[in-house]
T-cell receptor, first 111, second 113 residues
Framework: GENVEQHPSTLSVQEGDSAVIKCTYS??????FPWYKQELGKRPQLIIDIRSNVGEKKDQRIAVTLNKTAKHFSLHITETQPEDSAVYFCAASNGADGLTFGKGTHLIIQP | DAGVIQSPRHEVTEMGQEVTLRCKPI?????LFWYRQTMMRGLELLIY????????DSGMPEDRFSAKMPNASFSTLKIQPSEPRDSAVYFCASSLGTWDEQYFGPGTRLTVT
């Protein structure tokens, strides 16, 4: 089955700086890569996703890049703000086996 | 739409008891997923359904766990008998299709003593 590795497990950045979270996956058939944000005590919520026919996708301060050859994808958050503090999960799916999630990255925005 | 509804929100039970978690997906969604979240293991997919049919239950830990979806608007996850290591937050999520955005419910926090 699919295996998703996510790094780092904790990331602390100064407010206004950029944050990058990286994930690798093992199943070359995976073609859907969503990112979820989970605030403390809340449910995970989708913030951005990318499919394998696209190399990059942006939505305001958030962007995701995908390298299918290397089997890795990354989340980029620019101009970080206090409300960006949360746990971020990457995930991968080949459409048949459901989503496999990474272990999560605890993003801390320092004022 | 009220979103994905889960009940109960909290459940405390003793080891050996049967636990039933309930989920109502968003109307019109064809896929339903059950996840378990713990600090140690993260967010794990237990089972998912497409059009009420179980597609992948490889994540179900053992025979003590079972899930049903008798109709498009209701699903249950049952643990019998429960054990302390089952303590976790259990999320239900639904989506239009397998590859579409999944909307998570508020979760059920299960504590087995």
């Amino acid at each position: 089955g699919e295996n998703v590795e996510q790094h780092p497990s904790t990331l602390s950045v100064q407010e206004g700086d950029s944050a990058v979270i990286k994930c690798t996956y093992s199943d070359s058939a995976s073609n859907y890569f969503p990112w979820y944000k989970q605030e403390l005590g809340k449910r995970p919520q989708l913030i951005i996703d990318i499919r394998s026919n696209v190399g990059e996708k942006k939505d305001q301060r958030i962007a995701v890049t995908l390298n299918k050859t290397a089997k890795h994808f990354s989340l980029h958050i620019t101009e970080t703000q206090p409300e960006d503090s949360a746990v971020y999960f990457c995930a991968a799916s080949n459409g048949a086996d459901g989503l496999t999630f990474g272990k999560g990255t605890h993003l801390i925005i320092q004022p | 739409d009220a979103g994905v509804i889960q009940s109960p929100r909290h459940e405390v039970t003793e080891m050996g008891q049967e636990v039933t978690l309930r989920c109502k997906p968003i109307s019109g969604h064809n896929s339903l997923f059950w996840y378990r979240q713990t600090m140690m293991r993260g967010l794990e997919l237990l089972i998912y359904f497409n059009n009420n049919v179980p597609i992948d239950d490889s994540g179900m830990p053992e025979d003590r766990f079972s899930a049903k979806m008798p109709n498009a608007s209701f699903s249950t996850l049952k643990i019998q008998p429960s054990e302390p290591r089952d303590s976790a937050v259990y999320f239900c999520a639904s989506s239009l299709g397998t590859w579409d955005e999944q909307y998570f419910g508020p979760g059920t926090r299960l504590t087995v003593t």
